[in-house]
């Protein structure tokens, strides 16, 4: 396990090494595998002072998750009288400490990108936070983002991580770990603004970013829906007095599908690879 001087020291050195914002995230994400869950925490030091105030502020609403931050310190459940020896004080260096929102928060915080809101809920009710969001199975699986799982009883989200390419998430539960699209309860995908483009593993530079855009069905809203609407008005189709709204409703639907009816696609209303591709030769022929 890394030590926080480590990696604050890695993130420094890869800024200087011109990688785009995707390949910065991924980097960082990796780098703090294993480091500890501390709810309401991000990114501070893992330390028994900051775990004890973190704790003594949740005792009287969250018994649960004060026992559990206590639990997780050999100093404050009294197994030991310091530090020495503890997995998340590697060498004798401090490490960092998250919640699930805490460690997508600090990652993207590291590349310039903020994404507001007090838990993953609100991250993701933020509509400002983010240039395209979507459902899981729709996300281009090359891109770096934000990952959610919605809790259909609540209404909810229950928890968020990084995807960070090909299927592969790295989230915070228990501790800093990695898992996979395919786990269960990952839904949502959302895209932050200042994000750009794609990880391609083995490659650096900001060659290495490539623009892929998300599936867009009925409900999806932002930029990319912007695009697909400028692109059917650029090629006469008619979107009543919504015009470029960026929301995918009922009426960029029924232009979507005389769009691809028009061009020979499968005729669904769905923006996905084939109708994007599509659309970007078309409005190239003019």
Known sequence: MNSAAYVDNDINNWKTMGMSKAELVVLIAEDCIGWPYVYGERGAYDTPAKRRSRADALDAGMPGEAAAIRKGCQVLNGSRGDCSGCRYYPGGAKTRCFDCRGFTYWVLLQVGITINGAGATSQWNTDANWKAKGRIEDMPSGQVCCVFMHNSKTGKMDHTGLHVGGGKIIHCSGEVKIGKTTDKG??????PVGMEGEFNAGHTGASAAVVTRPTLRKGASGPYVVECQEDLLKLGYDLAHYGADGK????????????QRAQGLAVDGICGPKTWAALDAAVTRG
């Open 186 to 191: 990952w839904t949502h995908f959302a895209v």
């Open 248 to 259: 995918y409703g009922n009426i960029t639907m029924r232009e979507v599908r005389k769009f």
